[in-house]
T-cell receptor
Framework: KNQVEQSPQSLIILEGKNCTLQ??????????LRWYKQDTGRGPVSLTI?????NTKSNGRYTATLDADTKQSSLHITASQLSDSASYIC??????????????FGTGTRLTIIP | NAGVTQTPKFRILKIGQSMTLQCTQD?????MYWYRQDPGMGLKLIYY???????DKGEVPNGYNVSRSTTEDFPLRLELAAPSQTSVYFC??????????????FGNGTRLTVT
C-alpha cells in the first residue's frame, strides 16, 4: 500500500531557530516528491520538488533532501520566521504515465513559530 | 492572474440538501482536481479532469459529481448531503503541457459543514 508518513505531527520552536521535518514513504514506482506549505485557511503552495536523482535542493531558507534508497525526505528550515508558521505537507508522486501520475499526500507537520 | 478561485468560502448544509462548489482557473491549465481535507488525514482525491469534456473518479468519489464543460471551470456537485461530507474542499489545477514535474495550484478551499 502506498503511504506517506510525516513526523513530527506538530512542532513549536522559537523564532530564529532551525528545524527539520521528516517524510518517509513506501510509494512505488517513485516519480518525485514535493513539499507544500499550507497557511491556515489557505490552499497548499509548492515549496520544492525532489526527483529521483536529486539529493539536496534549496529554496531560500528551505532545504529539502531526498534519500531514494531509504525512501526518506527532510525539509530543513533555517533561521525560522513567524511567517513560517504553517502546515508542511509531503506529497509523493508515483506511476509511469506522463500527466497521469498518482499522488499520495502525507498528513502534514504543523509548525508554530513563537517570538 | 487570480489563479484558482473557489466559491463559496464557507457553507452550512442540512442533511439531504444539495449544492455546487464552484472552481475556476485563469491559467489555461488542462488538468483540474477536487480534493477533500479532513482533520489528521492527507488530502484525498475526489474527481479529476484531464481536459474539457473528460472527467474521472478519484479515491473517494461516492456522493459527488463533476462536470468540465470549459477549460476554466470545474464545479463539484453534492446531491444529497451527509454528515460524512463535512470537510474542507480544495480545487487544484496543473499545467502538464510544459513540465512532467509541474506543481498543483490550489484554491483557498471551501469549508463545508453538514448538520
Amino acid at each position: 500500500k502506498n503511504q506517506v508518513e510525516q513526523s513530527p505531527q506538530s512542532l513549536i520552536i522559537l523564532e530564529g531557530k532551525n528545524c527539520t521535518l521528516q517524510c518517509n514513504y513506501t510509494v512505488s514506482p517513485f516519480s518525485n516528491l514535493r513539499w507544500y506549505k499550507q497557511d491556515t485557511g489557505r490552499g497548499p503552495v509548492s515549496l520544492t520538488i525532489m526527483t529521483f536523482s536529486e539529493n539536496t535542493k534549496s529554496n531560500g531558507r528551505y532545504t529539502a533532501t531526498l534519500d531514494a534508497d531509504t525512501k526518506q525526505s527532510s525539509l530543513h528550515i533555517t533561521a525560522s520566521q513567524l511567517s513560517d508558521s504553517a502546515s508542511y505537507i509531503c506529497v509523493v508522486s508515483f506511476g509511469l504515465n506522463f500527466g497521469n501520475e498518482k499522488l499520495t499526500f502525507g498528513t502534514g507537520t504543523r509548525l508554530t513559530i513563537i517570538p | 492572474n487570480a489563479g484558482v478561485t473557489q466559491t463559496p468560502k464557507f457553507r452550512i448544509l442540512k442533511i439531504g440538501q444539495s449544492m455546487t462548489l464552484q472552481c475556476t482557473q485563469d491559467m489555461n491549465h488542462n488538468y483540474m482536481y477536487w480534493y477533500r481535507q479532513d482533520p489528521g488525514m492527507g488530502l484525498k482525491l475526489i474527481y479529476y479532469s484531464v481536459g474539457a469534456g473528460i472527467t474521472d473518479k478519484g479515491e473517494v468519489p461516492n456522493g459527488y459529481n463533476v462536470s468540465r464543460s470549459t477549460t476554466e471551470d470545474f464545479p463539484l456537485r453534492l446531491e444529497l448531503a451527509a454528515p460524512s461530507q463535512t470537510s474542507v474542499y480544495f480545487c487544484a489545477s496543473r499545467d502538464t503541457g510544459s513540465s512532467y514535474n509541474s506543481p498543483l495550484h490550489f484554491g483557498n478551499g471551501t469549508r463545508l459543514t453538514v448538520t
